[in-house]
């Protein structure tokens, strides 16, 4: 999750914290800049939050993944922006109701803060862009879209020349291949695109009741998915927004301390 520069008073905090956390930080081509950022690491160290050892079922137990160092980061020459590729655009597909897309138009506003990037809102595409080749229907009635379409062949396909990444929207479940049961979203580390889903997070349709936590949780999937966009890796070392998840109940249960601040500021700003 590099070029994360974020204004407000978060700036210090939430990016050193990032560096640490996430193990990425802004795109520093030289090695020296590289050694400054490499103190600012290790100076900032003692603020991670340890990862517990995986239990079964929770990500890290089924998923064996080595996570990525500030260095590894750096060596990857990440994607950050540049000349006028700087914006974030959001690429909704399909229908949402208007909770739903109240969820988008706050997404934006935080996603803002948190990468200090423009987020641009596209205009939403049709859902009829993805063939039936690219969808399956779970034994419960409901429908999934393939990730891999979405990304490749969408999202893809829909770069606005301004845009350093894209990033699509669905109130559909996702799944990314067919031994797969879902995914909460998807993204190319080095391909720009994203995706992310609202299907999960709300158990009934949204309204006062549960719009709250729908936002919080899509927030996380977004900044999350934008992350991996900007070349970052699951970090495997600490609490963090980068960590994988392999349900709604590991999500939520291992709040991000990043987010934390963020979200109560962040969600106090925008009014709710
Ligand atoms: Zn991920």
Redesign the pocket.
């Known amino acids: 999750m590099n070029s994360i520069v974020l204004f407000n008073g978060y700036k210090a905090l939430l990016f050193s914290l990032l560096v640490v956390f996430i193990a990425c930080s802004q795109k520093k081509e030289s090695p020296k800049s590289a050694e400054r950022d490499f103190s600012i690491v290790n100076k900032l160290e003692s603020y991670d939050i340890a990862l517990e050892r995986p239990q079964p079922g929770e990500w890290l137990f089924e998923h064996e993944e080595s996570g990525q160092s500030f260095e590894q980061y750096i060596k990857s020459k990440p994607i950050s922006p540049y000349g006028k590729r700087k914006n974030i655009y959001l690429l909704p597909i399909g229908s949402f109701s208007p909770e739903q897309e109240r969820i988008i138009l706050s997404t934006a506003e935080y996603l803002k803060i948190f990468f200090n990037l423009e987020t641009i809102i596209s205009p939403a595409v049709s859902e009829d862009v993805i063939p039936k080749t690219a969808r399956r229907t779970r034994s419960e009635g409901y429908e999934q879209l393939l990730t891999s379409y979405i990304l490749d062949e969408v999202a893809g396909k829909n770069i606005p020349p301004d845009a350093i990444v894209v990033m699509a929207i669905t109130s559909k479940d996702l799944y990314p291949s067919d031994s797969w049961n879902f995914v909460f979203?998807?993204?190319r580390l080095k391909k720009r695109v994203g995706v992310s889903s609202m299907f999960r997070y709300s158990d009934a349709p949204l309204d006062s009741s549960n719009f709250h936590i729908c936002l919080e949780r899509f927030i996380k999937t977004s900044s999350?998915?934008i992350g991996?966009m900007f070349s970052c890796q699951?970090c495997t070392h600490a609490v963090c927004v980068?960590n994988?998840s392999n349900s709604l109940y590991e999500a939520d249960s291992r709040p991000n301390k990043i987010m934390f601040g963020l979200y109560e500021k962040t969600l106090l700003e925008l009014g709710f």
């Open positions: 979203g998807q993204a999350h998915e991996h699951h980068m994988g």
